[in-house]
């Protein structure tokens, strides 16, 4: 059984409400997760040219299979729809539900069917309702395109890898990252795609969801392939889903911590750390593709850059830790391990922790989080609307809105990395219970901080981490993880966390809102924090050594 810090996989999940999943492997082993995934390359249009696209085509395909990611054949991953004759035809052939990833090229349209797109998107809008699925939008919209995602059986589980020529602004050093963010955004919006690969003939980059700016020469693919593309299609960007939380309401204003966080966003302000977020409306031209994409990412209505959040005081009922003794006489808890976790006869969960060679006996308290709600401006949170609460009591997950705001708005939902906020939390308030008594602030942003930024009992870890795509679950079991390494080696004796995420950013964390902030401030001013990848090679080197 896999142990990350000092529990296994298993247990870990169900102390942060995270579903519980048929197939775990180790977050730390891109091999492990080669062994699960299966995928399919679309074959090639007729008479495709780009040498360069095809040659980085032979040799992924080489790779993947090298590397013992399972490579379907585009007849053996495909299968006929059942239903009536127009059903068959319209849709064809559609690619398995248990297929991780197609990884196809990106088609030129031609004058016809740019014309019959249109038309499709006419009856569209004239037969538009909201309770369509996405595969119902697709076979009015998506019978005339020719992007992948209108052959896939279930979108939500199978993402289109995307091969294109590489754009050379967006790998450019001195492209500001606002503007690669829309170089992404395009590039992933026009091809339906969850990732995007540009190509030359010596260099290529990837993109996804996370705005990320990696590039890699052609000599490095082995690494691109172990350490990005295998985690990023083995753990797709999921949101957290709202059948899975408890539902009610706060008063945002008789929450100190809802204040704190709103004042913290705006004295973030300054650090430009957080670009302004991108509706779908403004970035999708065509009203069927953002229906798909909202339905998707389950009635979000745009992305945003980045998240805050406040860790409130851990909340304890009885003795915070007990002997041995006691120990011994508390009761299993259904479905985890007993050896790990056990329940006290006024229903408190306790987990045996072992932290600097000391084995203790601790409760597992409530935790509550308030956070900037998914899509908002991180730097002009309104108090009243922008700020959800989220709760995790005995592996069970709440959700909060603000009082009188309807949860059946689409643009009031928890951050996709709501699972990783989770596990930060839980793993400071066990690892490092001194730096969380009175609340804890968390500052992720889509940038780095170059190593030499960081001062005395200021730390990072995470950087040789694989690059796992935010918000997943395998992101938050390496985020507990971390914490726990970190109060591992160096105890309370931290001024400031940094959780290096490959391909996505960092979280910061401390005890003092007002020392993040001006240490951010700092960082941004002297150009030693700066968003997207600059700092993410240095970062790797530095956690190497």
């Given at each position: ?282 970035k999708i031209p065509r009203l069927s593709h953002r229906d798909v994409v909202e339905k998707v990412l389950e009635g979000r209505t745009g992305v945003s850059y980045g998240f805050i959040a406040l860790v409130e005081s851990p909340r304890y009922e009885g003795d915070k830790r007990i002997s041995p003794q006691k120990w011994a006489k508390l009761s299993e808890i259904k479905n985890i391990n007993k050896d790990y976790v056990r329940e006290s006869s006024d229903g408190r969960w306790y987990v045996k922790s072992v932290l600097r060679g000391d084995t203790i006996y601790q409760q597992v308290p409530d935790i509550w989080i308030v956070t900037s709600r998914s899509g908002s401006d991180k730097t002009n949170l309104d108090r009243d609307t922008d700020i959800v609460r989220v709760g995790l009591i005995k592996g069970k997950l709440y959700l909060q809105t603000p009082k009188g705001v309807d949860l059946k708005r689409r643009d009031i939902r928890p951050s996709f990395d709501t699972y990783v906020i989770l596990a930060q939390a839980l793993s400071c308030t066990l690892y490092t ?113």
């Amino acid at each position: 059984m896999t142990n990350l810090a000092d529990l296994d996989l298993k247990t870990i999940m169900s102390l942060t409400g995270i579903p519980a999943q048929k197939d775990l492997v180790n977050p730390k082993d891109p091999m492990e997760m080669a062994k699960k995934v299966r995928v399919t390359f679309r074959p090639l249009p007729k008479g495709y040219d780009n040498k360069a696209i095809v040659n980085f085509r032979a040799i992924l395909q080489e790779k993947l299979e090298k590397y013992g990611v399972s490579n379907l054949s585009w007849a053996d991953s495909t299968e006929k729809p059942t239903g009536s004759f127009i059903n068959r035809l319209i849709l064809g052939r559609r690619v398995r539900r248990n297929i991780h990833a197609v990884i196809d090229v990106k088609r030129e349209y031609s004058f016809i069917r740019k014309m019959l797109s249109a038309f499709a998107e006419g009856i569209y809008r004239i037969f538009r309702t909201p309770e369509r699925s996405v595969m119902g939008i697709l076979k009015i919209s998506g019978w005339a395109d020719n992007f992948t995602a209108r052959w896939l059986a279930d979108p939500y589980n199978t993402q289109v890898v995307t091969l294109k020529p590489l754009d050379l602004e967006f790998i450019d050093k001195d492209t500001p990252y606002e503007r690669k963010i829309v170089l992404g955004l395009q590039d992933l919006i026009s091809t339906m795609s969850e990732i995007v690969i540009g190509i030359s003939n010596d260099k290529f980059s990837i993109v996804n969801m996370n705005l990320s700016d990696s590039s890699y020469s052609l000599d490095e693919i082995d690494e691109f392939i172990t350490t990005s593309f295998i985690p990023k299609t083995y753990a797709p960007i999921k949101p957290p889903v709202l059948n899975r939380f408890i539902k009610g309401e706060f008063d945002p204003s008789a929450s100190i911590f809802a204040e704190r966080l709103a004042n913290l966003g705006k004295d973030l302000k300054k650090t430009d750390l957080f670009p302004h977020g991108s509706k779908f409306s403004e970035k999708i031209p065509r009203l069927s593709h953002r229906d798909v994409v909202e339905k998707v990412l389950e009635g979000r209505t745009g992305v945003s850059y980045g998240f805050i959040a406040l860790v409130e005081s851990p909340r304890y009922e009885g003795d915070k830790r007990i002997s041995p003794q006691k120990w011994a006489k508390l009761s299993e808890i259904k479905n985890i391990n007993k050896d790990y976790v056990r329940e006290s006869s006024d229903g408190r969960w306790y987990v045996k922790s072992v932290l600097r060679g000391d084995t203790i006996y601790q409760q597992v308290p409530d935790i509550w989080i308030v956070t900037s709600r998914s899509g908002s401006d991180k730097t002009n949170l309104d108090r009243d609307t922008d700020i959800v609460r989220v709760g995790l009591i005995k592996g069970k997950l709440y959700l909060q809105t603000p009082k009188g705001v309807d949860l059946k708005r689409r643009d009031i939902r928890p951050s996709f990395d709501t699972y990783v906020i989770l596990a930060q939390a839980l793993s400071c308030t066990l690892y490092t219970p001194k730096l969380v008594e009175d609340g804890i602030p968390i500052v992720h942003f889509h940038g780095y901080p170059d190593p030499k930024w960081f001062n005395q009992n200021e730390y990072h870890i995470g950087a040789q981490n694989p690059s796992v795509p935010c918000g997943t679950i395998e992101a938050a079991l390496l985020n507990f993880d971390g914490v726990y390494e970190m109060a591992n080696a160096n105890g309370n004796m931290m001024d400031l966390l940094c959780l290096v995420e490959s391909d996505h950013g960092v979280n910061i964390l401390g005890p003092k809102p007002e020392y993040i902030v001006s240490r951010l401030l700092e960082g941004s001013s002297s150009g030693d924090i700066m968003l997207g990848g600059r700092y993410l090679p240095e970062l790797k080197r530095a956690s190497a050594g």
